[in-house]
């Protein structure tokens, strides 16, 4: 047994239809050959015996039928005897002596008896009628005195051997038969088995294709069908419970869109929510800069100057509050690009030093910059807003120690990290410092300490930018902003172009066209173009300008409209028509109060400059006279 099941391993049997065939075959084979080889040995056995008892049965019939012509002395009666016992027994050999040992005749003639190795020999002995009465009796005869001589007789071994061949034929012919039988039962017994199997493997590779209405046509008797009918019941769990998934799926999935469509609908409103409220407080915040520029343009008295720079200095700090809000916006309208350039990271950290210095004096803080003598590539503009929002948020947050701002370099990357001893932040809030409006230490919403954008424009700018923005704190013990900025080329940094000269004043004869639906701002205006001797024309809407310009006869320099204005009009249609109107492309400005992402997606595709409410009156000047130059000069050119 341990010899079959080590052949069996050792045969390459990749198919159950060859491993039944050999299951069966084999110990048919071994059966059949051990009955073969012992009928066969018991045969040749019986063949010997036969052939030894028609020997000693032939020694025996001719001693008695030899007494009388020995002891006569018949030699010719010896012969004759001898052929016919030869030929009736089927002798090889046959040899009679007498007493003495010599041959007296032998058949065939000088017969040594090479091919009959089955021999017997018989005594020939005196009948016992022959013997004389009183023969016992004489001094000096026996039982030997009786003795006339010996035959031999020998069978041949040929009469075995052709027994021999013929039974082993016969065995071998009846084995191959026995064989081929059980080989055609084997076959057809493993093509069956082979079949049912195969058609279940194929039914359970549909089911692993995710056809899951396959099933097995099996009847379920026996081993295969009962494993056929385990393939049925697993199908039918899998399918019924696949159809309790995607239902729960459709159910999840349907709940899912109408939150997430709950979501952006609150979202939406929410954005809206606030760019309402962004451009109505905007607009009174507007005309207050506007009436403040021009009370300051206008007080001689000194004692109400610090009065008008608190006032000034109101209205700054809620025009920073705007921005933020704006800075947001334009981030989700991806309005803001960025331009990557190769430039030096220590001037800019010089500046940032400049920049902060004052506050953290104030605060008693030490602000450190560790030397960096790297060149980065990126959007310079962006990199300064990301460092001014960590340095800030460093700043509000730390009451004791300082804030280091410090670079290392990582292979092809530079980490600039912004580290300070502030109070830290717990790891489950980590995540949500960088939403809008989060502010972990400002319960009271202390409008000295931001809005909570801070962090959130600092995320947004990092994935413009393309830059990982990473965040280590540790309650109690101060936090770690990161943001991880590509190496620059310093020989490919471009040189700083030339300082332009301030812009000149705007030309005396030029007119500006403003056209804006509240008072408050028109007066604002008036007043402040008043000071700077600029002739202005308001307008509450497009066709009040239209009659205005058509009253003084000619066509503005510069139009500055709101975005906003009533009956259902905005100000680029209002800068169309006038254009229009007078066949050419006058200069423009939009000034709006509204963040929405959308309102600044569409005026930056309309290509006309814009500038939020409250606007500082200098950034306004700057502009207007950029735009008359530059209008005028491609005129004369």
Request: with cysteine; net charge neutral.
């Amino acid at each position: 047994m341990k010899f079959l099941a080590t052949l069996l391993s050792r045969l390459p049997l990749s198919s159950i239809r060859s491993r039944i065939l050999v299951i069966a075959l084999l110990p048919a084979l071994l059966t059949e050959f051990g009955l073969v080889a012992y009928f066969t040995t018991q045969a040749l056995a019986s063949a010997e015996s036969a052939l030894h008892v028609r020997a000693t049965n032939a020694a025996r019939h001719l001693s008695e039928a030899l007494s009388y012509s020995l002891a006569r002395g018949d030699t010719a009666q010896i012969t004759k005897l001898l052929n016919n016992e030869m030929a009736n027994s089927q002798l090889a050999m046959a040899r009679v002596s007498d007493a003495a040992g010599q041959t007296l005749a032998s058949t065939p003639l000088h017969a040594d008896m090479p091919d009959a190795p089955y021999r017997q020999s018989a005594v020939i002995r005196l009948p016992a009628a022959a013997l004389p009465v009183d023969a016992s009796s004489r001094p000096g005869t026996g039982p030997a005195s009786d003795v006339l001589g010996q035959v031999e007789v020998g069978v041949a071994l040929d009469q075995i051997s052709a027994f021999k061949r013929e039974t082993l034929l016969h065995a071998a012919l009846l084995m191959l038969v026995a064989l081929a039988i059980t080989g055609v039962l084997a076959w057809r017994l493993s093509n069956r088995l082979a079949g049912q199997l195969r058609h279940v493997g194929r039914v359970v590779g549909r089911l692993a294709c995710d056809d899951l209405t396959v099933r097995t046509q099996l009847p379920p008797k026996g081993e295969v069908g009962a494993l056929a009918t385990g393939v049925n019941n697993m199908a039918e769990a899998l399918q019924t419970h696949r159809s309790e998934l995607e239902k729960r799926i459709r159910e999840a999935t349907a709940d899912l869109a109408a939150k997430m469509d709950m979501a952006e609908r609150a979202n939406y409103a929410k954005s809206r929510f606030f760019a309402a409220a962004s451009h109505d407080l905007r607009q009174p915040l507007h005309a207050l800069s506007l009436f403040v520029a021009a009370l300051k343009a206008r007080n001689q008295q000194p004692e109400t100057q610090n009065l008008i720079d608190n006032i000034e200095a109101s209205t700054a700090a809620m025009e920073l509050l705007f921005n933020a809000l704006l800075d947001i916006s334009r981030l989700d309208a991806g309005t803001i690009e960025a331009h990557p350039v190769h430039f030096p990271l220590q001037k800019m950290l010089r500046d940032l030093d400049q920049q902060f210095s004052a506050l953290t004096e104030e605060k008693k803080l030490r602000l450190r910059f560790r030397p960096c003598n790297i060149t980065l590539y990126s959007d310079p503009l962006l990199i300064e807003r990301i460092l001014v929002n960590l340095i800030a948020n460093a700043i509000r947050y730390t009451d004791d120690g300082g804030v280091l701002v410090a670079c290392r370099r990582r292979g092809r990357m530079v980490r600039l990290s912004v580290i300070d001893t502030g109070r830290g932040i717990p790891p489950d809030q980590q995540e949500s410092v960088f939403q809008e409006f989060v502010q972990l230490h400002n319960t009271a919403r202390d409008r000295s300490k931001g809005l909570g954008l801070g962090l959130a424009i600092v995320s947004r700018l990092g994935r413009l930018l393309g830059h990982r923005v990473d965040l280590r704190s540790h309650p109690g013990h101060g936090s770690m902003f990161s943001i991880d900025i590509p190496c620059g080329d310093a020989s490919l940094i471009q040189p700083p172009a030339s300082a332009s000269n301030a812009p000149g004043q705007i030309p005396g004869d030029a007119l500006v066209l403003l056209v804006d639906d509240e008072s408050a701002i028109l007066r604002g205006m008036a007043e402040l173009f008043d000071n700077w001797n600029i002739d202005l024309v308001t307008a509450h809407s497009a066709d009040e300008a239209v009659q205005w310009l058509d009253s003084i006869g000619r066509a503005p320099d510069v139009i500055v409209s709101d975005y906003r204005l009533p009956d259902d009009t905005d100000g680029i249609e209002v800068i169309s028509r006038l254009r229009q109107k007078f066949g050419r492309g006058i200069p423009a400005i939009l000034v709006t109060g509204d963040t929405a992402p959308d309102t600044i997606l569409r005026i930056s595709r309309a290509g006309i400059p814009l500038l939020h409410k409250p606007l500082r009156p200098a950034k306004l000047r700057a502009l207007l006279t950029h735009l008359i130059q530059q209008a005028r000069a491609v005129a004369v050119g």
